[in-house]
T-cell receptor, first 116, second 110 residues
Framework: DTEVTQTPKHLVMGMTNKKSLKCEQHMGHRAMYWYKQKAKKPPELMFVYSYEKLSINESVPSRFSPECPNSSLLNLHLHALQPEDSALYLC???????????????FGEGSRLTVL | GQNIDQPTEMTATEGAIVQINCTYQTSGFNGLFWYQQHAGEAPTFLSYNVLDGLEEKGRFSSFLSRSKGYSYLLLKELQMKDSASYLCAVRRSGYSTLTFGKGTMLLVSP
C-alpha cells in the first residue's frame, strides 16, 4: 500500500462552522505533513508531525488545529475560517529513517476547501 | 532562509526534449527533489539528487551541481500527458521538510 488517503475530497463550509480534514497512510511512515496550496502556487508547509509529535508549526493561525491520533492518522481541525483560507489542503507522509531516499514525500490527492 | 527559482512557463513539442532549470540558495543543503503536478491533482515524486551528477529514470533525468546551486530536469520524447507543473523542492540538513519552488508550467503541443 503506497497511498495516502484524504477525506473529504471537497468541503464547503461557512465561517462559523467546525469541520475536520482527515489523512491516513499505512506505509509505516513516521513523518506526516499538512501543506496548503493556492491555485497556481506551490505547496506551502503548515505542520509537521514526527513520531506523532508536532515538530514544526509554520506560524499557522490557531483556527487550524492539527492532531495526530496515531502513526497512521493525521487530522486538521478547522474552526472560524476565513474566505482566504479556501485552498487545496495536501497531506503527505515520508519515512524518517536515514537512508538515501529518506525525505521523499508521498502526497494524498488533497481536500479542496471552500470557505463561504 | 531559502530561495528557489525556476521559470514560470515553458512550451515544447511532442517528441522533443525539454530542460527545466532550477537554482537555489539555502543554508545546509540536504537534497533536491523534482515533483510533477497535473492540474487539480497531488504532486507526484519524479526524482531525487543529493550528490552531484545525473540521475536517469526512463524518459526523465535530473542533474545536480551543489557548488553552483543548480539542478535541471530533462524530459525526453515528450508526450501530451507531460503537460503539467514541475516543482523543484529543496531539503535542508536536519529537517525532514521540503520547500518548493513556484513551479514551471510545461505545455506540450502536438
Amino acid at each position: 500500500d503506497t497511498e495516502v488517503t484524504q477525506t473529504p475530497k471537497h468541503l464547503v463550509m461557512g465561517m462559523t462552522n467546525k469541520k475536520s480534514l482527515k489523512c491516513e497512510q499505512h506505509m509505516g511512515h513516521r513523518a506526516m505533513y499538512w501543506y496548503k496550496q493556492k491555485a497556481k502556487k506551490p505547496p506551502e508547509l503548515m505542520f509537521v508531525y514526527s513520531y506523532e509529535k508536532l515538530s514544526i508549526n509554520e506560524s499557522v493561525p490557531s483556527r487550524f488545529s492539527p492532531e495526530c491520533p496515531n502513526s497512521s492518522l493525521l487530522n486538521l481541525h478547522l474552526h472560524a475560517l476565513q474566505p482566504e483560507d479556501s485552498a487545496l489542503y495536501l497531506c503527505a507522509s515520508s519515512p524518517l529513517e536515514v537512508r538515501r531516499m529518506a525525505g521523499e514525500l508521498f502526497f494524498g490527492e488533497g481536500s479542496r476547501l471552500t470557505v463561504l | 532562509g531559502q530561495n528557489i527559482d525556476q521559470p514560470t512557463e515553458m512550451t515544447a513539442t511532442e517528441g522533443a526534449i525539454v530542460q527545466i532549470n532550477c537554482t537555489y540558495q539555502t543554508s545546509g543543503f540536504n537534497g533536491l527533489f523534482w515533483y510533477q503536478q497535473h492540474a487539480g491533482e497531488a504532486p507526484t515524486f519524479l526524482s531525487y539528487n543529493v550528490l552531484d551528477g545525473l540521475e536517469e529514470k526512463g524518459r526523465f533525468s535530473s542533474f545536480l551541481s551543489r557548488s553552483k546551486g543548480y539542478s535541471y530536469l530533462l524530459l525526453k520524447e515528450l508526450q501530451m500527458k507531460d503537460s503539467a507543473s514541475y516543482l523543484c523542492a529543496v531539503r535542508r540538513s536536519g529537517y525532514s521538510t521540503l520547500t518548493f519552488g513556484k513551479g514551471t508550467m510545461l505545455l506540450v503541443s502536438p
